[in-house]
């Protein structure tokens, strides 16, 4: 398990349970609208109020309805991970949207595809190497090269200054429009103060030396992008983003719901709240000792490892490994066991794909049901581009 993991006194209150629950099917995803707006605020309060800092990452709200929250609130930059997000954005109010993954094949003529059926929203994607770059060639598709400042996951790496150099310029002599550079630095996620911000810092120095020679030789850099949940605190903190020729925008998705990980951080100091949990019933209690609800790992992420979650409320339940569905959970010595048939809430430990394992949400407000919403972006689009699948039907 890594260093930071929510262990803390949950903030619960009885607006967090479902008063009229007895016809739920369990297990349930559970949103607060009012907690989800109150994360929103708070994001924005440390961008002093200014949403356009903020490239929100949808890979975790996933929801139409919770897109809609934020561009209400004035967010109308987004980044995404897949088709299906990219297209749930465009449909759902966003102005400019990054898809920061790098597509190729039939995902790239896809995006072709929704950047045509949504003329006015700005779409951009990532490239690392020439043929990504020419493959966007007689589009209006902007272009973010992905430096890779040691996650290794995507992207040129960062000291490669010539390389990067010679794709800025194959941007532009393709014709197309180079949006500036994205940097992910998610390799910090379990690191602590001040190791974080000493590690963030020295990363966020490099790239102002990469942005110093992308200028020097001609080329404006119009935007910087940096930060996921656990660096977007370092990243705006560093003074070497302020007052420059370039946008700087943070791109954290996670603090819109919070999970066990990202709270350890961030309930504290910043005021975020839980506003996802997965509700679920004890089913069995299987030997002295343990009981079993229904929360297994196709109901709440197991990829974080184990334990996959807190159980909320409940200070001596202690989640085990999961099966499919099945959640034992260890009692702790001479607390009482919950009985079967009573309902658990359990706050995950990575809420991105936790939300993803599930068709549809719960809206909560005071307890209360107020509307059931399809979790929208979930999954894949395809496999088969629509104008393939007409084919086939004719």
């Known amino acids: 398990m890594g260093s930071k993991f929510f262990l803390g006194e949950f903030p619960w209150n009885e607006h967090y349970r ?107 994607v990532l490239a690392e190497n020439e043929a990504q770059i020419r493959q966007w060639q007689g589009s209006r598709i902007g272009i973010f090269l992905d430096i890779n400042p040691g996650m290794d996951r995507t992207g040129i790496e960062q000291q490669h200054q010539d390389q990067i150099l010679d794709l800025v310029r ?62 977007f605190p370092s990243s705006l903190a560093f003074e070497g983003f302020r007052g420059r020729n370039f946008v700087h925008r943070i791109s954290p998705g996670t603090i819109v719901y919070g999970d066990a990980t990202s709270l350890a951080q961030l309930l504290k100091e910043y005021g975020y709240a839980p506003a996802v949990l997965v509700l679920t019933r004890v089913v069995s209690h299987p030997s002295a000792g343990l ?22 409320g409940h200070p001596e339940l202690t989640a085990q490994s999961p099966s499919e569905e099945h959640l034992p959970m260890r009692v702790a010595n001479g607390a009482v066991a919950p009985a079967v048939g ?41 496999p088969l581009l629509p104008r393939a699948i007409s084919a086939i039907q004719r």
């Open 18 to 124: 479902v008063t009229d629950s007895g016809d739920l099917i369990t297990p349930a995803l559970v949103v607060y609208p009012e907690v989800i707006a109150a994360n929103i605020a708070s994001t924005l309060k440390l961008l002093h109020g200014n949403a356009s800092r903020w490239r929100a990452h949808i890979k975790t709200a996933k929801l139409a309805y919770t897109l809609r929250m934020l561009v209400e609130r004035g967010v109308q930059n987004f980044k995404c991970a897949t088709t299906l997000e990219l297209l749930v954005a465009c449909q759902n109010g966003a102005a400019d949207v990054l898809l920061a993954f790098p597509v190729v094949g039939g995902n790239a003529r896809r995006v072709q595809e929704i950047a045509e059926q949504f003329p006015t929203v700005r779409i951009s």
């Open 170 to 231: 194959a941007v532009i002599s393709a014709g197309l429009e180079f949006r500036g550079l994205h940097y992910y630095d998610g390799q910090y996620g379990n690191a602590e103060e001040p190791e974080l911000s000493k590690a963030t810092s020295a990363g966020y120095d490099r790239l102002l030396v990469l942005v110093g020679k992308i200028e020097s030789g001609g080329t404006r850099v119009p935007e910087i992008i940096t930060a996921g949940t656990p660096t």
């Open 291 to 312: 009981v079993t609800c229904d929360g297994g790992h196709k109901a709440v992420s197991a990829d974080a490892g184990v334990p996959t979650c807190v159980v909320v």
């Open 342 to 382: 009573e309902e658990l809430y359990l706050l995950p430990r990575h809420v991105c794909p936790t939300v993803n394992n599930f068709d549809r949400a719960l809206v909560v407000r005071k307890g209360k049901i107020e509307s059931v919403e399809q979790v929208s972006a979930r999954g894949h689009e395809g």
